[in-house]
């Protein structure tokens, strides 16, 4: 069976999956740290499902016994559909969030680890 086409662009061309761009940016970013910044800049209007996927993950590990992870992770949430209903055109966060950093080789390891995931809800 083919692969799903990918989404088309407005300029005709075949838009890149979010996962796929993902993967690229881990495998290629230069620097020592990625910031939550970085990825975000990088895909635009989709860095809304982006941050959605990662404040939400949390949740979906079996942390039991961490109390707060809910609530620090929720508010984020909450701010980014806020956002998403008023209708703007790029995530707003606090220079402080977008600040937060994971070691390259982390975000490389995150991001190989839920690329096959991403990639199942894109479809």
Known sequence: MP??????????????RTSSILLDLARRFPGERVRLQDPSQ?????????LLFIFALPNTLPMIGIPGVSTLTGLPLVLI???????????????????????TNDFRRLVEKTAPWLHVIER
């Open 81 to 103: 559909a806020l956002q998403m209903m008023i209708g703007l055109p790029r995530p707003w966060l606090p220079k402080w969030l977008l600040s937060r950093s994971l070691h």
């Open 3 to 16: 692969a799903d086409p990918e989404p088309s662009g407005n300029n005709g061309r075949a838009a890149s």
């Open 42 to 50: 990088l895909l635009g209007n989709r860095s809304f499902g982006f």
